[in-house]
């Protein structure tokens, strides 16, 4: 089996937003998934986890329609991805390549109105509409003040606000947030984290959070989405973050370590979420970055 999953009865039999049955995606002559299959529920805040090279990105990606699954599949809110066309109208995605941000001089309401005349992965809204729909994101996101104001002048944080308003345009129950943390300082970083919780409490949405670290997120999850090694393991973070699941998904001995609440995941005395950031990140078309765990199975083979 090529999933871990820790589900209570109760989240396995309620309604589910995202499901995955048996599904392996590659890219190329490289597999990512190998026979995953689980469920998310409605509300669920997930944090998307794993070493660069896991899958994170490219798992978003097919529950877009950007990425066909080799074998299973892959439905939200009970359908089919949409492989054609725009997109589903129920997701909202944030795509994780967003440098060239910070040299755009579009004023923030137009560049999140640009995602309501299709630029986004989704359905385009009648201009009739428009208005009204980035007027609502743009509150939601304790936004309006940076409506005036052009992309290259505002901070990081700020410039992830109007990306998430874009996101909420046309009100999706599924939200795609691929690293939105990324390059952000620690308080930006709570910052990001405590609005995509508060928006998807009050919209009543299900998000699924990817991120480098753990412990930025521990606040804010409800469960732990973990990809490694081909496989995944979905489930509490004391179910989860354990030593014996994440050898199993890193392919290596991993120890876990909890000091003053918080999580530190080892190998051979390194701290992995810190020695895998040196290595970079996965690319946000859908590559996943491929480079060298701490201890590589098989004495150095890429991920």
């Known amino acids: 089996m090529s999933v871990m999953d820790f589900s209570s009865a109760a989240t396995a039999t309620q309604a589910s937003v995202l499901t995955l049955s048996h599904v392996t995606l ?3 002559a490289r597999t990512i998934l190998r026979d995953v299959s689980f469920s ?8 998307v986890l794993g070493p660069n090279g896991a899958g994170k990105t490219t798992l978003m990606r097919a529950v877009l329609g950007l990425v066909k699954a080799a074998q299973g599949d892959i439905r939200v809110l009970g359908e089919p991805v949409a492989r054609k066309g725009r997109g589903n109208p129920s997701i909202g995605y944030m795509p994780q390549t967003r440098s060239a941000l910070a040299h755009c001089h579009v004023r923030g309401r ?29 509150e939601l996101v304790d936004a309006r003040a940076l409506a005036s104001r052009p992309l290259s002048e505002l901070s990081g944080g700020e410039r992830q606000r109007l990306l998430l308003a874009q996101c909420l345009l046309g009100q999706p129950e599924l939200l795609l947030l691929d690293e939105p943390l990324i390059s952000l300082d620690p308080n930006h970083q709570r910052g990001v ?8 409490r009050e919209l009543g949405m299900t998000v699924l959070f990817s991120a480098h670290e753990l412990n930025p997120l521990l606040d804010a999850l409800d469960r732990v989405l973990y990809l ?3 496989a995944a ?6 179910e989860v973050i354990t030593a014996p699941v994440l050898s199993r998904l890193y392919g290596a001995p991993i120890d876990v370590m909890r000091v003053h609440g918080r999580i530190f995941v080892m190998s051979g005395g390194v701290e992995i979420d810190k020695a895998d950031h040196e290595h970079g990140h996965e690319h946000g078309h859908g590559h996943e970055h491929e480079h060298k765990h701490p ?5 150095g083979q890429d991920a």
């Open 26 to 28: 590659a890219l190329g």
């Open 40 to 47: 998310v529920g409605p509300n669920e805040f997930i944090g």
């Open 110 to 138: 137009d560049f999140v109105a640009m995602a309501a005349d299709g630029h986004r992965w989704g359905l385009p809204i009648a201009r009739g509409r428009t208005r009204a729909d980035v007027d609502r994101a743009l």
């Open 193 to 200: 984290i405590e609005l995509v919780r508060r928006v998807q």
């Open 228 to 230: 490694g090694n081909g």
């Open 233 to 238: 393991a979905l489930g509490s973070v004391d």
């Open 295 to 299: 201890h590589p199975r098989d004495g």
